[in-house]
C-alpha cells in the first residue's frame, strides 16, 4: 500500500514526485545524485522513496533549495553548499559499496567539434545512447578540421595541413557537379515537390561525397549516458595514446562534474589501460610486423556455432522445460530436423516487420572478420550489442571507390585525392604512426572482427541493408546475410535483408 502524507509532506514532495499517492511515479526536478541516492535507500531502508525523500530535505542532507539556487549564491556559500553535497554522496553514493548505484544519475553530454576519429573512440563505450552529425543531411565545412597538436608542431605541420584541407576543399567543391549529375541521372517524379526532389539529390551527393571527408574532419555528438558507464568512459578517453582523446576525455569530466560531482571520482589515467595496450602492441608488432594480410573478401565469416538449429532449438525450448540444460540438448539432438525445424519455425513466424526476434536467438555467436570503408565503419560501429575490435586506420587494405564517382567521371580527380592522402599518410606514419590516420578520407578501408549474437544479425542485417541505407554498409549487410545462408540457410531465411540494388533507383 502506497504511503499517507499530511498536506505539508504533499507541499514538499510535489515538485519533485508525479505523484504522491500511487505506488508507481516518476522522479523530476532533482539532482541527477540525489536520484542515485533515494534509488539506493531501496536496498537499504524499509522506507518507501518518497519517505525518504522527505527525510532527506527535512534532516537537510540536501538542501535542494539552496542547490537549485546555486547561480544566485555567492562563492562561500557555493562552497559550503557544494562541500555539504559531496560529503553527503560520499556517505551515500560511493560509500554505498557498489558502482551500481551510479547508473541512476544521467548525463547528456553535448560533444562538439571532435574529429571523426574521435567520435568513434567515444562511440566505443556501447552502455550510452548517441546521436552524430549526419553526413548525408549536413554539408561539413572545409575549415574545420582538427589540428593534431603532435603534428602541428613537427616538420609534418604543412603537409598535414594542405593534404586535409585540400580533401575537404574538394568535397565542397564537387558537390553542385555531384548534385547536377544525380538531377540528370534521376528526374523528378511528378508527385514530389520541387524542394523534396532538392533535399533528395543532396542526399544523394552528400552520400557519395562522404568518400572524400578525411577522418580529421570535426563533427558534433550528443550523448547520453549514465554515470558508472560514463566513469568508464572518461577513464578509457584519458587513457588513450591519442592527445585529442585525452583533451575530451579532460573536458567532458570538467563539465559532467557539474552535473554528478561525486561519482566520477574514479575517472583518472588508468596505467592498467595504458600499459596493456602499449604492451599489446608491441607483440603484436613482434609477431606479425614482417607479415603481409592475405587477400580475403571483404565480408568473411570466421567461427559460427556447427550445431546452430540444434542450439537454436534447445534455447527456445529451455524456459519452457522443467529440466537441465543437457537434458533438453539430448532432447532435441534426437528429433527429425523436420521437428526442428518445427520449434524454429513456431518461435519465429509470428514476427511482424517491426518486432524484434525473441531472446534465444542470444544464444548463437557469429564473428566476422570484416574489411569496410571508414565511412561505412562509422555508421556499423554504433551496433552496441557486439563485440567489435578494430585495426589502425591505415592505408594497407586500400579504399573503395563508389560507382558513382566513377560515372560522374569523377574517378580521376577522386584516385588523385586518395593518392594525394595515401603519400601524406605514409610520410607521417613513419615517426607519428597513430596520428597519420587523421589524413586519410572516409574511403580508405579498415579491418575489424565482429562478433554479434544471431538476435542482433537479424536487427543489423534488416536496419543496414534496407533501402534507406548507405550503399557502403549495405553491402556489407547483404554479404553479412550471405554468409549466413551459406552456413545455416534455414535461419537465414527468417532474416528480413533487402538485396536489392538501389544505385540507379528512384530518390
Ligand atoms: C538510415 C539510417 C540513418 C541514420 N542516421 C543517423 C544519423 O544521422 N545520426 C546518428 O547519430 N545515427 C544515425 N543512424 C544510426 C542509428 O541512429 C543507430 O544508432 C544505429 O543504427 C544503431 O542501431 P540501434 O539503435 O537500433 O541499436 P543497436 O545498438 O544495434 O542495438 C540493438 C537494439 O537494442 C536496443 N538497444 C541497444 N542499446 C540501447 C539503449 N541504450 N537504449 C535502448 N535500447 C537499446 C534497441 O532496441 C536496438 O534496436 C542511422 C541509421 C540508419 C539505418
Redesign the pocket.
Known amino acids: 500500500m502506497s504511503d499517507a502524507f499530511t498536506r505539508e509532506e504533499v507541499a514538499v514532495l510535489t515538485p519533485y514526485v508525479t505523484s504522491v499517492d500511487q505506488p508507481i511515479y516518476a522522479l523530476k526536478n532533482l539532482p541527477e545524485e540525489v536520484v542515485a541516492v533515494l534509488f539506493a535507500y531501496y536496498s537499504r531502508s524499509r522506507e518507501s522513496l518518497r519517505r525518504n525523500l522527505l527525510k532527506l530535505i527535512r534532516d537537510q542532507d540536501i538542501d535542494l533549495e539552496t542547490r537549485f539556487k546555486a547561480s544566485a549564491l555567492d562563492e562561500a556559500e557555493l562552497a559550503d553548499a557544494r562541500e555539504k553535497a559531496r560529503q553527503f554522496h560520499e556517505k551515500w553514493v560511493v560509500g554505498y559499496g557498489h558502482a551500481s548505484v551510479a547508473e541512476h544519475a544521467v548525463v547528456h553530454l553535448a560533444v562538439e567539434d571532435v574529429s571523426i576519429i574521435a567520435t568513434k573512440i567515444i562511440e566505443d563505450t ?9 553526413t ?2 549536413v554539408l561539413f565545412d572545409s575549415e574545420k578540421f582538427f589540428r593534431v597538436p603532435r603534428l602541428m608542431q613537427s616538420p609534418y605541420a604543412a603537409l598535414y595541413e594542405d593534404t586535409v584541407r585540400s580533401l575537404l576543399n574538394t568535397y565542397v567543391t564537387l558537390v553542385p557537379r555531384a548534385v547536377a549529375c544525380v538531377k540528370a541521372r534521376v528526374p523528378r517524379r511528378p508527385t514530389q515537390s520541387e524542394r523534396a526532389y532538392e533535399t533528395a539529390c543532396r542526399a544523394k551527393a552528400y552520400d557519395l561525397l562522404r568518400y572524400l571527408l578525411p577522418a580529421s574532419t570535426l563533427t558534433n ?1 550528443g550523448l547520453t549516458i549514465n554515470a558508472r558507464a560514463l566513469e568508464h568512459l572518461l577513464t578509457k578517453l584519458l587513457s588513450h595514446p591519442l592527445e585529442e582523446a585525452r583533451a575530451i576525455g579532460t573536458a567532458m569530466k570538467l563539465e559532467a562534474e557539474k552535473v554528478v560531482p561525486t561519482l566520477l571520482k574514479y575517472a583518472d589515467y588508468n596505467p592498467y589501460l595504458a600499459e596493456t595496450t602499449q604492451a599489446m602492441q608491441a607483440l603484436g608488432h613482434e609477431l606479425f610486423a614482417e607479415e603481409t594480410p592475405l587477400e580475403t573478401p571483404s565480408v568473411s565469416l570466421v567461427r559460427f556455432p556447427v550445431d546452430a538449429e540444434e542450439q537454436l532449438a534447445a534455447a527456445i525450448l529451455y524456459g519452457h522445460t522443467t529440466v537441465s540444460w543437457l537434458q533438453v540438448v539430448e532432447r532435441v539432438n534426437k528429433l527429425a530436423p523436420v521437428q526442428r525445424q518445427h520449434i524454429i519455425d513456431e518461435y519465429l513466424r509470428r514476427r511482424g516487420p517491426h518486432d ?1 526476434p525473441l531472446r534465444a536467438l542470444e544464444h548463437l555467436y557469429y564473428t566476422f572478420d570484416i574489411v569496410l570503408d571508414y565511412g561505412a565503419f562509422r ?1 556499423i560501429q ?5 563485440t567489435q575490435t578494430r585495426q589502425e586506420l591505415s592505408t594497407r587494405y586500400g579504399y573503395s571507390v563508389p560507382e558513382d564517382i566513377l560515372a560522374y567521371g569523377m574517378g580521376d580527380v577522386f584516385h588523385a585525392c586518395m593518392g594525394r592522402a595515401a603519400e601524406a599518410y605514409n610520410r607521417i606514419a613513419e615517426t607519428f604512426p597513430l596520428e597519420a590516420s587523421y589524413v586519410l578520407p572516409l574511403a580508405y578501408r579498415i579491418r575489424v572482427l565482429f562478433t554479434w549474437n544471431l538476435r ?1 544479425l537479424f ?2 542485417i534488416q ?2 541493408s ?1 533501402k ?3 550503399v557502403s554498409y549495405r553491402r556489407i549487410a547483404q554479404e553479412v546475410y550471405h554468409e549466413i545462408e551459406r552456413v545455416h540457410p534455414t535461419l537465414a531465411r527468417y532474416i528480413g535483408v533487402d538485396l536489392e540494388d538501389y544505385q540507379l533507383g528512384r530518390l
Open positions: 556501447r552502455l550510452a545512447s548517441y546521436t552524430e552529425k549526419s548525408r543531411y555528438l524484434q555508421d554504433r551496433h552496441r550489442m557486439a542482433e536487427h543489423f536496419l543496414r534496407a534507406q541505407g548507405h
